[in-house]
């Protein structure tokens, strides 16, 4: 084995994460009952394909840094980054191959739709960067795609361990798909509001990059002419202050509480179809709880 190879895929796993796709797999099945062997292996399935993705977009993106590290291209080159990733999703698929015959095929085919998926949300993700307009609609399309549907699939995927009826396997779906949506509307608020010793990152990051997030394309459409007209130059330029102008604009348009409101509306869909999954509303504590964390988390 050519540790050329492997050590790269060592190196970005052991840089940690979150590990909310894999915890939210182990307690889509513990819902229904005791966490199964088969749900840590489906588990690891889904960080590997997940931290697949990342050393990829890592190079798409020409990214130099993740989680305060070096990108897995920017340590080790460009071509063992490509091979690093193309056996991290090869391995995913060796744990998947191990799960008992009665589940394979239904696991087999939410982790394919959802791996098609993440990668039509990417190419969106890229499209757009580009694109001279876009709206609202067509972000929140694209961020259900990249970030949305894989914290989904994890929970359904965990829920088929766990011998969950169909209706209950939708309805944990949709909550785990509305929570996603939620979870990047506070990610694109907290980049623009939040404190930066708690967020651990440099606020207004998506303004210096001009990234079209849901707080701009809001303010775009409810801004004055003057307010739009300002913000576009700010954003075709890099000017020393251009977060704070951007910023003072933002809060002009009260784009803030219009972030949090619509999370909020997530939010409460996404309760909805938890409340609606057939278990003991007792056992459904731990998934509140998470839900709460990660929208009221301020980093």
Not at 28 to 42: C, K, M, S, T
Not at 61 to 68: C, F, K, L
Not at 142 to 160: F, H, N, P, Y
Not at 227 to 237: D, F, I, R, T
């Amino acid at each position: 084995m050519p540790q050329t190879l492997y050590e790269p895929c060592h190196y970005f796993l052991q840089l940690g994460g979150k590990r909310i796709r894999p915890v939210f797999c182990l307690m889509g099945n513990e819902l229904f009952g005791d966490i199964q062997e088969d749900a840590f292996r489906v588990a690891t399935a889904i960080e590997l394909f997940h931290n697949f993705t990342f050393v990829h977009d890592d190079i798409m993106d020409e990214a130099d840094m993740r989680r305060g590290m070096a990108t897995v291209h920017a340590k080790y080159g460009n071509n063992t980054a490509l091979l690093a990733g193309d056996v991290m999703v090869i391995k995913a698929y060796q744990y998947l191959e191990n799960i008992r015959i009665e589940f394979i095929n239904k696991i087999l085919h939410v982790f394919n739709k959802t791996a098609i998926q993440v990668c039509e949300g990417q190419q969106l993700d890229m499209d757009y960067a580009f694109a001279a307009h876009i709206v609202l609609k067509d972000y929140l399309q694209m961020i259900e795609l990249k970030t949305s549907v894989l914290l989904a699939a994890s929970l359904e995927m965990g829920a088929i361990i766990g011998g969950a009826s169909e209706g209950s396997c939708k309805h944990l779906y949709a909550f785990g798909k509305n929570l996603g949506i939620a979870f990047q509307i506070q990610d694109d608020y907290l980049d623009a509001f939040g404190t930066p010793e708690k967020f651990g990152k440099v606020v207004g990051g998506d303004i210096k990059q001009n990234k079209k997030t849901a707080l701009l394309l809001h303010a775009l459409e409810v801004a004055s002419p003057a307010q739009k007209s300002a913000l576009q130059q700010y954003m075709q330029g890099n000017a020393p202050d251009k977060v704070e102008k951007v910023l003072a604009i933002f809060r002009e348009c009260r784009v803030h509480k219009w972030a949090n409101d619509l999370k909020e509306q997530y939010l409460t869909t996404a309760l909805h179809h938890l409340e609606e999954v057939a278990v003991q509303s007792v056992r459904k504590k731990h998934l509140k709880d998470v839900a709460a964390f990660l929208i009221q988390r301020e980093y």
